[in-house]
T-cell receptor, first 114, second 114 residues
Framework: DVKVTQSSRYLVKRTGEKVFLECVQD?????MFWYRQDPGLGLRLIYF???????EKGDIPEGYSVSREKKERFSLILESASTNQTSMYLC?????????????FGPGTRLTVL | AQSVTQLGSHVSVSEGALVLLRCNYS??????LFWYVQYPNQGLQLLLK??????LVKGINGFEAEFKKSETSFHLTKPSAHMSDAAEYFC????????????FGAGTRLFVKA
């Protein structure tokens, strides 16, 4: 059974803090993704990675960075958290090619920035 | 480029009634199409997908969807709603020319009345 785990279910941070969201998958998937989910907007892609140390910007990368040092782990970093980054963050993974293979999602991290 | 439109942010049906969730897509290349479901406090999970071949696709939990190229639609149906179907449903599209980006619709929340 594919499992994608995220380090926290709920997180509260203050404006200006550096925030790390961790994601781990156990199925040896090549591709990993970070999405942001907001009501009425669906899922928007922040960054994705198709291999270790490789990363590509998604649709809304501003204010975020990522790190993939190991195949199973993909981290999302908010360099200086702002209130408009309050959201649900979903991590996903898939095998290659990602275009027609399903993505497996973690349970999400609900981040509140005060 | 791809885009997805889900008609209706909320749909309410009675238990035992037909479920119909509408999805229209736009794609400059032949698409791969997906429906995902998100239960409360969980990540998304795949219901079904269309890649090639038969245009009527059957998924889990009695759901099915039909790819209609002429109408650029991929509507999701279930003959008889169950209380456990209450969730948010997302339609998604990728292009079959490769690449990694899946575009998600805004989501439709399904309510099932007893």
């Amino acid at each position: 059974d594919v499992k994608v785990t995220q380090s926290s279910r709920y997180l509260v941070k203050r404006t200006g803090e550096k925030v790390f969201l961790e994601c781990v998958q156990d199925m040896d998937h090549e591709n990993m993704f970070w999405y942001r989910q907001d009501p009425g907007l669906g899922l928007r892609l922040i960054y994705f990675s198709y291999d270790v140390k490789m990363k590509e910007k998604g649709d809304i990368p501003e204010g975020y960075s990522v790190s993939r040092e190991k195949k199973e782990r993909f981290s999302l970093i908010l360099e200086s958290a702002s209130t408009n980054q309050t959201s649900m963050y979903l991590c996903a993974s898939s095998s290659a090619p990602s275009s027609y293979n399903e993505q497996f999602f973690g349970p999400g991290t609900r981040l509140t920035v005060l | 480029a791809q885009s997805v439109t889900q008609l209706g942010s909320h749909v309410s049906v009675s238990e035992g009634a037909l479920v119909l969730l509408r999805c229209n897509y736009s794609s400059s290349v032949p698409p791969y199409l997906f429906w995902y479901v998100q239960y409360p406090n969980q990540g998304l999970q795949l219901l079904l997908k269309y890649t090639t071949g038969a245009t009527l696709v059957k998924g889990i939990n009695g759901f099915e969807a039909e790819f209609k190229k002429s109408e650029t639609s991929f509507h999701l149906t279930k003959p008889s709603a169950h209380m456990s179907d209450a969730a948010e449903y997302f339609c998604a599209v990728t292009g079959n020319t490769g690449g990694f980006k899946t575009i998600f619709g805004a989501g439709t929340r399904l309510f099932v009345k007893a």
